[in-house]
């Protein structure tokens, strides 16, 4: 494995946080870094840059066996499936900043415990690590047990393709609106669509919608 020098975490910090990037100062709380842990699982992995504040700047951290303590916490006791981060020190103008790796999962998804002690899942969009919905969830446990997916060509599908020939994007609102579909009909057909490669998910911070591949 190579291992990481000081001018590629600059080059990282350069490029700032982002769907695979976070910063942390230090790690304050186990609920709140297995948001980020989880996160990364869910999607394609990521690293974690402890020690670098919000905008960049290196503080370093005061005690890397402290902070890889809180993090092999989170990931044993707050992450569901476990989650188990890769460190790296890595030395920087005298200051040391840990990088914790966290891979891609193969057991997605996995859930993070909330302060309201329930098990909520987490994916990476942008910067943020955010509350997935029913649908990404569905979509993350039927990628994880690699099905095979039998698509039905009924009308049902077939109406919302038609739709997206003429337009740019539908949500799951609209579509079960559309057809008089309950949400949790709606909701099955469009992950099915998801999981074959006949529709694309896009998750925001602000909504989530479909469109055609």
């Keep these: 494995m190579n291992r990481l ?3 590629h975490i600059k080059q990282l910090i350069f490029e ?3 769907v695979s990037l976070d910063f942390k100062k230090t790690i304050t709380s186990c609920e709140k870094i297995a948001k980020t842990l989880v996160a990364f699982a869910n999607n394609k992995g990521g690293k974690l840059l402890v020690g670098v504040l919000d905008n960049g700047g ?10 890889k303590y809180m993090l092999q916490k989170a990931g044993t006791f707050f992450c ?3 989650i188990e981060p ?8 005298d200051k040391i900043v840990l990088v914790a790796d966290i891979k ?5 998804p996995h859930y993070a415990l909330g302060e309201d002690k329930k098990w909520w899942v987490y994916i990476r969009v942008k910067d943020k690590s955010l509350l997935a919905s029913k649908i990404v969830v569905d979509v993350l446990k039927r990628e994880s047990k690699d099905e095979g997916v039998l698509i ?3 009308s049902k599908e077939q109406s919302l393709l038609e739709y997206l020939d003429t337009n740019d994007r539908i949500t799951a609102k609209e579509y079960s609106q559309m057809l008089n579909l309950s949400r949790r009909r709606a909701q099955k057909i469009l992950v099915n669509l ?3 490669g006949v529709i694309r998910l896009h998750t925001t911070e602000k909504e989530e919608f479909y469109t055609a591949c």
Aim: proline share 5%; no cysteine; aromatic share 10%.
């Design 152 to 154: 039905e060509y009924s």
């Design 194 to 196: 998801v999981l074959s």
């Design 16 to 18: 700032g946080e982002g």
């Design 80 to 82: 569901r499936p476990a």
């Design 5 to 7: 020098r000081p001018h």
């Design 104 to 108: 891609e999962s193969d057991t997605k």
């Design 58 to 67: 290196i503080k370093g951290v005061k005690s890397e066996e402290e902070e």
């Design 86 to 93: 890769f460190f790296e020190e890595v030395y920087i103008d």
